[in-house]
């Protein structure tokens, strides 16, 4: 129980710093993108140094939000999974995507400015940062089952007790 316990952590903790990671490049890239449309185009260097600094200075605050996502979205996820075994990859994926869309829409609606996370503000935008809870839920629910079966066989059998 305690192995199975720690396969779902650290799957969980992986599949936060991925959605962490992705999003934080997707919304420095729509932030480039849209500052490129009514100014001067953004050189290549000018892109990796502020990913960088965004990898640093924003990912923390997303991936508070998306462990806090997670921690809603992935076990209703494992419920669901429960009635299609051979959909835990997708549903965990949904889950967290969908989850995090409405945890956007939650804090855009209480933010005091008009969106926390600029990337956010056009509908391609949200669909890019969506897709990068989506993949994390995937990471999760793939390392998660790997982890569990990888713990399984480490526990010795009755058997091989006797």
Same mark, same amino acid.
């Given at each position: 129980?305690?192995?199975?316990?720690?396969?779902?952590?650290? %799957?969980?903790?992986?599949?936060?710093?991925? &959605? *962490?990671?992705?999003?934080? =490049?997707?919304?420095?890239?729509?932030? +480039?993108? %849209?500052?490129?449309?009514?100014?001067?185009?953004?050189?290549?260097?000018?892109?990796?140094? =502020?990913?960088? /600094?965004?990898?640093?200075? $924003?990912?923390?605050?997303?991936?508070?939000?998306? %462990? %806090? #996502? $997670?921690?809603?979205?992935?076990?209703?996820?494992?419920?669901?999974?429960?009635?299609?075994?051979?959909?835990?990859?997708?549903?965990? &994926? =949904?889950?967290?995507? =969908?989850? $995090?869309? @409405?945890?956007?829409?939650?804090?855009?609606?209480?933010?005091?400015?008009?969106? +926390?996370?600029?990337? #956010?503000?056009?509908?391609?935008?949200?669909?890019?940062?969506?897709?990068?809870?989506?993949?994390?839920? @995937?990471? /999760? @629910?793939? +390392?998660?089952?790997?982890?569990?079966?990888?713990?399984? *066989?480490?526990?010795?059998?009755?058997?091989?007790?006797?």
């Amino acid at each position: 129980m305690i192995k199975q316990s720690l396969a779902y952590a650290l %799957a969980f903790i992986t599949g936060v710093i991925v &959605a *962490g990671v992705l999003g934080s =490049v997707v919304q420095t890239q729509f932030n +480039l993108l %849209a500052m490129q449309t009514i100014g001067p185009p953004i050189d290549w260097s000018t892109r990796v140094e =502020v990913t960088g /600094y965004d990898l640093v200075n $924003f990912s923390p605050l997303l991936m508070g939000i998306m %462990a %806090a #996502t $997670f921690l809603i979205a992935l076990p209703i996820s494992h419920l669901f999974s429960r009635f299609q075994k051979r959909q835990f990859i997708a549903w965990c &994926a =949904v889950g967290a995507g =969908v989850g $995090f869309w @409405a945890a956007l829409q939650l804090i855009d609606n209480l933010a005091p400015m008009p969106t +926390l996370i600029a990337a #956010t503000r056009t509908t391609t935008g949200t669909l890019f940062m969506v897709l990068s809870a989506c993949a994390a839920g @995937a990471v /999760y @629910a793939w +390392l998660s089952r790997a982890l569990r079966r990888r713990f399984r *066989g480490s526990v010795p059998t009755e058997e091989a007790k006797s």
